[in-house]
């Protein structure tokens, strides 16, 4: 393995926070079954904004975080303490989870 | 007590992430004896903007939150938990440190 594909894994291996905030804010919108649009409405954002949140692509102000937690019925102190999880859980298991970001990455 | 006090309380009563951020990164500086330039230079940021993080001024980005968490010794998704239990700590305890800050603001 060339040292650009160990470095790319080593950055892979380290997911970012907005990236598992997103992904955590999207389980909880699908968990009440709700669009984009409904859930971006109540938090007062655009559904656009939103969907680039989810998609971890902006790190989203903390002001932003609480309006999205509460209008997903949820606190942003439990909203950190999953994500928190997500990324221990993640970075404790490069076997499985990781890997197949890897892979997912170099496809 | 006047509406313009209860709103201030209300505010005082959630606390944002930014803010239990940069309280949690300043506690674990102390913990380990360094001063901001210590930490910033291992983190690859300034001291000036290290300290705004600290004092819950600004929103880091997920990779800076990454570079100091790493500076310090933890990880991102220790810090996150450590951070959202301070938040959920804070809710549940209004009679407690909420009150002793919203004191400290009003001073």
């Known amino acids: 393995m060339a040292p650009t594909s160990l470095a790319r894994l080593s ?3 380290a997911p ?3 990236e598992e905030l997103g992904a955590h804010l999207r389980d909880l919108r699908h968990r009440r ?3 984009l649009a409904d859930t971006a409405s109540r938090a007062g954002v655009s559904t656009q904004y939103l969907s680039e949140i989810e998609r971890g692509r902006k790190d989203p102000s903390s002001e932003i975080v609480e309006a999205v937690s509460v209008a997903l019925g949820t606190t942003v102190g439990d909203v950190a303490i999953a994500v928190g999880h997500r990324l221990r859980d993640l970075a404790r298991a490069p076997g ?3 890997r197949a970001r890897a892979f997912a990455l170099a496809a």
């Open 16 to 18: 970012l926070y907005r």
């Open 33 to 35: 079954g709700e669009r």
């Open 11 to 13: 950055i892979v291996a």
């Open 96 to 98: 499985t989870s990781l």
